[in-house]
């Protein structure tokens, strides 16, 4: 059965301490230790068979990493994320609606887990270019452009401004993303900057759901003068909701 390594806190653990720890292991490189040191977020290492598990922690906790082992199994898989564009956060239950504009209440206790914040990541657009590559002429007049269409994907780094609500009745997990959501139910307070509408769709929901666990994103975006969290990647963003909900469960909340 695979174990994994995971952190007891959310701190960054230093590059150096995870290249001195890993070289525990012959399959682990100092360039594994550098990319996990920048995406550690409560997950360190997984896939690891009992002995291998045991020998690496060993070393994590001779560098000064605080973490533990633990069966792969115990760490809850994330449900399927629900995308929603239209909703109400009101103070007796968040109301969503789905594509066909039915709407379903869920009250704010069913939410055990808010996460919010920037996930970066790679969008691909489909780029059509058109050229000129040649003339045709007929007789005496003037020559008919001939035009070439040339089709490519480019790849272009964005920020995704998230928002996810994890629930312990069905559908278990909202997503919400800032650029595909209608932000109506704001009414006077709508405004033109998309990222402020976006924060005061997370602090809205902060306000009910009060029982929620929340994310490092989240509880920025809590504080009196709001702070955008980005994370690394969909990966990392994840990863420290799994990292988070296993805490939560464990603890018997």
Not at 189 to 194: A, E, K, T, V, W
Request: aromatic share 6%; hydrophobic share 45%.
């Amino acid at each position: 059965m695979p174990y994994a390594i995971v952190q007891n806190s959310l701190a960054a653990p230093p590059v150096e301490a995870l290249v001195q720890a890993f070289r525990a292991l012959p399959q682990l490189t100092d360039h594994d230790a550098a990319s996990m040191a920048k995406d550690a977020f409560g997950i360190l290492v997984g896939g690891l068979e009992m002995a291998d598990a045991g020998r690496l922690l060993q070393a994590l906790h001779a560098a000064g990493v605080e973490a533990e082992m633990v069966d792969e199994k115990s760490l809850p898989p994330l449900p399927p994320p629900k995308p929603c564009r239209r909703a109400a956060p009101l103070p007796e239950h968040l109301v969503a609606s789905d594509h066909l504009g039915r709407e379903h209440a869920i009250d704010w206790s069913h939410v055990i887990l808010l996460a919010a914040g920037g996930v970066r990541g790679t969008e691909f657009k489909h780029v059509v270019k058109e050229k000129v590559v040649a003339h045709r002429y007929q007789g005496s007049r003037s020559g008919v452009p001939v035009v070439k269409t040339e089709h490519s994907d480019k790849a272009e780094e964005k920020v995704c401004l998230t928002l996810e609500l994890f629930l312990d009745v069905a559908p278990g997990r909202y997503h919400i993303e800032a650029d595909r959501f209608n932000f109506a139910y704001l009414g006077d307070r709508l405004g033109d900057s998309r990222t402020r509408n976006y924060v005061a769709l997370v602090r809205d929901c902060l306000a009910h759901a009060t029982g929620a666990v929340l994310n490092r994103g989240a509880t920025a975006i809590g504080q009196e003068t709001p702070r955008l969290l980005t994370y690394p990647s969909k990966h990392a963003f994840e990863e420290e909701i799994v990292w988070l909900l296993w805490r939560h469960f464990a603890s018997g909340r």
